[in-house]
């Protein structure tokens, strides 16, 4: 794209003061998976590098409030709630009045941002934006996706990845932490490799032509990450000039949790294996949550420390590939 | 809300350097409409407001890339595209990549804004703030609806209002045009008011429970207007006081055009009729698209020049009620 100059870009003041994490009590282990895609335990260990995923028997708004309880703690209440999940709880009104509603509130601003995979990167840069203008002062961000629900059970390779979960973060102005930088691209020509065709206006419900596996989802992995690895180098490279860092100056990255592949492929781009946030095991695929979910995974096992420069980057359906990098 | 200080802010200096308007070619007459919800023409016209709707034969990304190409003209490609309708095209990947698709455009970043029938003022903060931050230079804001398609011929009140349309415009920095101040609270108490209830993982299309009328449009117009009426005056006012203005100093209110009652009662919060957009009669309410619309119908009609103060607002569901003011 002709527009990024390779110039360093301002930082934004801005911190995630509090963060908070749900993961529904029910698992499902690859063997319970197995008889459900008619596939072995092994073949989805394998294939996948997901051993457990969530499953969630309480609604999407449910598990987004009890996420954003324990980020707002005891703290005042949000000016703002984004909800940056991948999926929405209904068509209208949009789902973050729901997430509001289970908290209890009323009269809060309130909106979704969708960039399906990615909506918790874009959310996080549109807040730090509004913050930096005076619009907002406490926004909080929620992404909850039940990706169990929409698993098609007759394509075993996208069905073996998806899981149910929510995290949800507080981000505050700050004087000493940053958003250095955040880039972020979409290739229209990547759409058909993931997709969940129905639901909207395209394949209606009350449309006859709409079939059972439109209302799923369906991901080309291999096309994906033909895609993913010719466009990711450059992007990475990209965002780290644009925070006027090296690659070697980032302390964490915490990447989509796509795969066990997906996840590893960071490795390709010059990170240590010991600097990559790798919950994809135990968690699972759970679309726009992952980000969130392994962000605050790294950040309950106190591996991130004041000054760390951490790097949220990942591809999603699209195809986008996004990213920004904190200074924390 | 107690973060509400009645303090003037900051204003952000952007302006709308472009814009266009795509309205579908086929009109369906309250005549056409009368013999589908078993209603007389005069009791639509009286009971809407809307005399005429425009109905698409195109999908929602080929209409809101009608209006976006006009927008566009041939000036610079936008650094970023941001979706502000109130339907998806499909669950996944999100609807913004379509239009960008049919622009036939490639690696430009692209997402959705979802906040109902105010997505557009929402969407329109949010590339301000953006702009103001050095994120983006140069934002195309498109905002488009197929609302016959969610119509609920059982539910006749509904039916009546909703058309098809789409308007876009681009955003960008300006010296002397600019964002005054915005406004927007939600309050999910009013969530069951306006709905559609199916097309995300409440009420999933796979769902034995979801019925017809759950993946179609149900508004109850009295309780919507019972809480308007009271939040709205207030949230009007403390609009015009965060600019520093007074109402008399609005010279054009660009209301959302929900039904013919819905654009008249702001004539109850002190504005003159004369100084109300009012394009519902011949567009209906075409969901999110509809305040872009009215702003764009007021343009190409010449009703805006510079220095005027131009208040784009509305309810949406949620409920919502949000507003703008731009400084020509």
């Not at 980020?71 to 209904?90: M, T, W």
């Amino acid at each position: 794209l002709t527009y990024f100059t390779g110039a360093k870009v301002k930082p934004i003041g801005v911190e995630i003061s509090s963060f908070g994490m749900a993961l529904p009590d029910e698992i499902e282990s690859a063997v319970q998976l197995s008889k459900k895609i008619g596939r072995s335990a092994d073949w989805i260990k394998r294939r996948s590098g997901v051993l457990n995923r969530h499953i969630s028997n309480i609604s999407m708004p449910e598990l987004a409030a009890k996420a954003a309880r324990i980020a707002l703690g005891d703290g005042p209440r949000p000016d703002l709630i984004i909800n940056a999940s991948g999926v929405a709880y209904q068509v209208l009104p949009d789902t973050s009045v729901f997430i509001q509603q289970e908290l209890g509130f009323e009269g809060i601003p309130s909106f979704s941002i969708h960039a399906t995979c990615l909506s918790f990167i874009v959310a996080l840069q549109n807040a730090a934006s509004l913050i930096e203008t005076g619009v907002y002062e406490r926004v909080l961000i929620v992404s909850a996706d039940l990706g169990s629900r929409g698993r098609n059970f007759d394509e075993p390779e996208s069905a073996a990845l998806l899981g149910d979960g929510a995290a949800a973060v507080v981000l505050e102005a700050s004087e000493s932490a940053s958003l250095l930088a955040y880039h972020f691209k979409t290739w229209p020509s990547g759409a058909k490799h993931t997709e969940v065709r129905g639901g909207g206006t395209r394949l209606h419900p009350q449309n006859p032509k709409t079939t059972h596996a439109d209302n799923l989802f369906s991901m080309n992995g291999p096309a994906v990450f033909k895609m993913a690895r010719k466009l990711g180098g450059p992007m990475i490279q990209e965002l780290v000039d644009k925070a006027g860092l090296k690659k070697s100056d980032i302390d964490l990255v915490v990447p989509h949790q796509a795969s066990g592949f997906g996840v590893r492929v960071y490795t390709r781009y010059g990170f240590d294996e010991d600097k990559i946030v790798n919950v994809v095991a135990e968690q699972g695929n759970c679309v726009a949550a992952s980000i969130p979910m392994a962000l605050v995974s790294a950040l309950q096992s106190g591996r991130i420390k004041s000054g760390d420069n951490i790097m949220l980057i990942g591809t999603g359906a699209g195809l986008s590939i996004g990213g920004l990098i904190l200074r924390w």
